[in-house]
């Protein structure tokens, strides 16, 4: 059985299950797995980029359709300006002190749009660097980001919905439980291979000073 693609994931549950008439609600245990993990799972195969232009006068660009959380902005002028992500309230504070807008130093999220201040008085290039949302599984797309190494989280979200489905409460706890500890566990993996990649750059620029 291979959990590394959606068909095998659907075979999967109906085993653990050991139920043949859920064909059709196994899609949806799937699916709210995928947003439980959405929700809840922030590593580096969720990271995505986006470039966007800003315009003359206006203090906003759109969010990309996909967008979670971000993790940095750049401007990308020439030294590159990271920008600062700020509270709503105080971006609009750096605005009433900057009316005349300028140069973008600082962010914040509202609603669909991500709002700079100062408001841009010329057109440059931000690249965005966030969290996207999983790419949704189905029976035509049937890998994503996160089933090739972490299929467990896909199979335990999915048990968590069956048997919430079918009333089995003895069994939520446990695979609640399992999911949990999963979730945690390829996060803790995620951040020691940044760190050791980080310590390994570290050593070599060292070396070769």
Do not use: C, H
């Amino acid at each position: 059985m291979d959990l590394s693609t959606y068909p095998g994931l659907k075979a999967a549950v109906a085993s653990y299950l050991a139920r043949s008439d859920l064909e059709n609600e196994t899609p949806v245990f799937l699916a709210l797995a995928e947003v439980r993990l959405n929700r809840e799972l922030r590593i580096r195969a969720m990271e995505k980029t986006s470039n966007a232009a800003t315009v003359v006068g206006e203090g906003a660009v759109a969010k990309p359709s996909d967008f979670l959380e971000a993790r940095t902005l750049v401007l990308e002028t020439s030294p590159q300006r990271v920008l600062e992500l700020l509270t709503p309230q105080q971006l609009e504070e750096n605005r009433s002190a900057n009316s005349g807008g300028g140069v973008p130093a600082y962010y914040a999220i509202i609603g669909g749009e991500i709002q700079l201040a100062p408001v841009p008085q010329s057109v440059t290039t931000l690249k965005l660097t966030y969290y996207g949302r999983l790419t949704p599984m189905s029976d035509t797309v049937t890998t994503n980001e996160i089933i090739t190494n972490n299929p467990d989280l896909y199979l335990y979200g999915a048990m968590l919905e069956a048997e919430t489905f079918l009333m089995n409460d003895e069994r939520i706890t446990m695979w609640g439980s399992m999911l949990d500890r999963a979730i945690q566990a390829v996060k803790g993996a995620d951040d020691r291979e940044a760190w050791n990649a980080g310590q390994l750059s570290t050593k070599v620029d060292i070396r070769v000073l």
